[in-house]
């Protein structure tokens, strides 16, 4: 795989969250050290706050969502970049009357995702 | 860095590419394994047939370009996903009147350019 576009990869619905789908773009069968993966989470939706054993390097394409990361809260939008490191607790609430859309690379490591009770 | 946005973080101009700049949005001071950058290319601006010792993944923002990646050239535009192989000759050619605007994300390792005489 060279190029494709996005709307060509099936979306799959994430189990942990409400209205959230991921597609894979790029992943560990093209690419040898990260995978490159995009998210929509319809109006309402998110993921519950949870942690990661990989980190992740995020970029919005579009909407708008409240995130919580450690001890953080901020409401991000289009061209906001978010990273947030491996095993710390963070969540997603999508707002306003959008999709919230972005990107999502993280490493081929083995990934746990564990909830956490707030 | 947690957040930031994109029009926060400073554009530098490429050395190897015309009417080209980068920003590094997340950098290897940040993140363990791998960095995102979004490059620029003003209409007419590119960047020469090279080769790089790390590999591409991308996704274009905005605008057009003509992309050559070994014997395939592509026209790609927004939503548009890009892999490029370590060691593959590629090329840049912006298309159209506006900035052609991509991320790529490439593994914090050594990275060697050459141009590649075609």
Avoid: K
Avoid at 42 to 56: C, F, I, K, Y
Avoid at 95 to 102: H, K
């Amino acid at each position: 795989m060279t190029v494709r576009h996005v709307d060509d990869v099936s979306l799959e619905p994430v189990g942990a969250g409400s209205g959230t789908e991921r597609q894979v773009l790029i992943g560990p069968e093209t690419a040898p050290h990260f995978a490159l993966r995009r998210f929509v989470m319809q109006p309402g939706g998110g993921m519950p706050r949870h942690t990661n054993t990989v980190e992740h390097e995020q970029y919005v394409l579009r909407g708008r969502a409240r995130v919580s990361i450690g001890d953080e809260v901020h409401e991000v939008g289009t061209g906001d970049v978010v990273y947030i490191p491996a095993g710390t607790p963070h969540s997603y609430e999508a707002m306003g009357d959008e999709p919230f859309e972005f990107l999502c690379a993280v490493p081929n490591e083995p990934d746990v995702i564990e909830i956490v009770d707030c």
